[in-house]
């Protein structure tokens, strides 16, 4: 079976850096997305990482080791507006079919 | 600028009546997803179409549940009948490949 282990809260404080890590157990996949969720709204894609190593956009920043069976969202310089639900997402090449996490509620503080 | 549209945004019926949620992918996606989301089971793949023939619908119950892509420009997700288990907020989804997908506002369906 595939399933995917996120952190179920974190809390940071404005201005510094988080990571958010996503483990996973899946016999294959594409790559892992991230997405992001505010409370009331729909997920918005944030990153993708088909190949392993470090992805950069922006203040955001995604990592990937299949060796690992892990990955890992990073978001630098947090902002108020970082509040959020962060969710890995895997496209499973056996099974043809997308898993998401259960997403990391992330909470910042002043 | 182009996003997905889904209708109604807020839907509350009484458990046996059919619902119907609909969804305009991104002109030029190929690929349409259902999810429902609930605070119990967070974010589930429901179904999804290519090129609008369904490839998977494994994640929806089948004697109540069906989803169709009558065309392009159009995906349906029927409920009949429907159930208080069914309350939940049901997002539509359209992308072009495997990395990113397009989520619509969501449909928040509540079953008395």
């Known amino acids: 079976g595939q399933s995917l282990e996120q952190p179920s809260e974190v809390t940071a404080v404005e201005g510094a850096i988080v990571q958010i890590n996503c483990t996973y157990q899946?016999?294959?996949?594409?790559?892992l997305s991230w997405y992001q969720q505010h409370d009331g709204g729909a997920p918005t894609f944030l990153s993708y990482?088909?190949?392993?190593g470090l992805e950069e956009t922006g203040r955001f920043s995604s990592f990937l080791s299949r060796s690992d069976s892990y990955g890992y969202l990073l978001l630098q310089e947090l902002q108020m507006k970082d509040s959020a639900s962060y969710f890995c997402a895997v496209w499973g090449s056996s099974a043809s079919k997308i898993i998401f996490g259960s997403g990391t509620r992330l909470s910042i503080r002043p | 600028d182009a996003r997905v549209t889904q209708t109604p945004r807020d839907k509350v019926t009484e458990m046996g009546q059919e619902v119907t949620m609909r969804c305009q992918p991104i002109l030029g996606h190929n690929t349409v997803f259902w999810y429902r989301q609930t605070m119990m089971q967070g974010l589930e793949l429901l179904a999804y179409?290519?090129?609008?023939?369904?490839?998977?619908d494994s994640g929806m119950p089948k004697d109540r549940f069906s989803a169709e892509m009558p065309d392009a420009t159009l995906a349906t997700l029927k409920i009949q009948p429907s159930e208080p288990r069914d309350s939940a907020v049901y997002f539509c989804?359209?992308?072009?490949?495997?990395?990113?997908?397009?989520f619509g506002p969501g449909t928040r369906l509540t079953v008395l």
């Open positions: 989804a359209s992308g072009s490949n495997t990395d990113e997908q397009f």
């Open positions: 990482n088909a190949l392993d």
């Open positions: 899946t016999s294959g996949f594409y790559g």
């Open positions: 179409f290519r090129n609008r023939a369904p490839l998977d």
